[in-house]
């Protein structure tokens, strides 16, 4: 069953969609499957697996003397995320990779895991503007900041994210920033970003079903591809 690979900048709401995405299937494997204990549904993130925002941050200061090279952090949360997914892939189970997924060759290693195990997998692209989604950075770096404050409580939202298994972590500016300016966009023309299905910011509950429906229908429906490893 499907590899769904999310994508967007940093704080541009991916988490949020791959949750909705998460309920989406849950109940659409529920109605229609005819033997629904026979699929498995995995949520597979950055949170999930405890990743830090700060290994994808490049700045000189922020990468210790004695580290490999520049990116090994991101390098080492890259293989467990590919660990991750290696481990549950499969023809039964349908996997959500949110992430950045900002790098096409990573994507490309991605496509080529599915094929190996004869399971298809898309791209969900979070369209969002570089102002919103640096805005949803700021006002996290600010609550963070408030956090660090001594005799300072937990906010209630941030009790209530916690709650439902989100974090409110923040990017470093300079590291929000170069992610954004790394950032390399999917393109439905290849084979390993198609089918190519977005969601942007203001989509409301109905077209964000709708994009989901389409989603089903092309990769768990009538529509659902044969994959063979070696096409
Ligand atoms: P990311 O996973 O890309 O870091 P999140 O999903 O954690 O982003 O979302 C960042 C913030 O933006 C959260 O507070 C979330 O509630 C809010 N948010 C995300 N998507 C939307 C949306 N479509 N409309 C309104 N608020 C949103």
């Not at 920033?177 to 109905?206: G, K, Q």
């Amino acid at each position: 069953m499907p590899l769904i690979i999310v994508t967007g900048f940093p704080t541009s709401g991916k988490s949020t969609r791959a949750r909705q995405l998460h309920d989406y299937l849950a109940e659409r494997i529920a109605a229609t499957a005819a033997d629904a204990s026979k699929y498995r549904l995995h949520l597979i993130s950055d949170d999930s697996l405890s990743i830090s925002r700060d290994v994808y941050d490049l700045s000189p200061s922020a990468v210790p003397a004695h580290t490999r090279s520049a990116n090994a952090s991101e390098k080492d949360a890259r293989a467990a995320l590919y660990g991750a997914v290696k481990r549950v892939l499969s023809d039964r189970d349908f996997v959500i990779l949110d992430g950045l997924n900002y790098i096409k060759g990573w994507r490309y290693q991605l496509h080529c895991e599915a094929k190996a195990v004869c399971t298809p997998n898309c791209t969900l692209q979070i369209g969002c503007s570089v102002d919103r989604a640096r805005k949803v950075n700021e006002e996290r770096l600010r609550k963070q900041q408030q956090q660090q404050q001594p005799d300072a409580g937990k906010p209630q939202e941030e009790e209530a994210a916690m709650a439902e298994g989100q974090t409110l972590e923040a990017y470093e500016p300079a590291n929000w920033d170069n992610l954004v300016f790394r950032y390399e966009e999917p393109n439905p023309m290849t084979r390993w970003d198609s089918p190519l299905f977005t969601l942007v910011w203001d989509d409301d509950a109905a077209q964000t079903r709708k994009t989901f429906d389409d989603l089903w229908d092309a990769l768990a429906g009538a529509g659902r591809p044969v994959v063979r490893p070696n096409q």
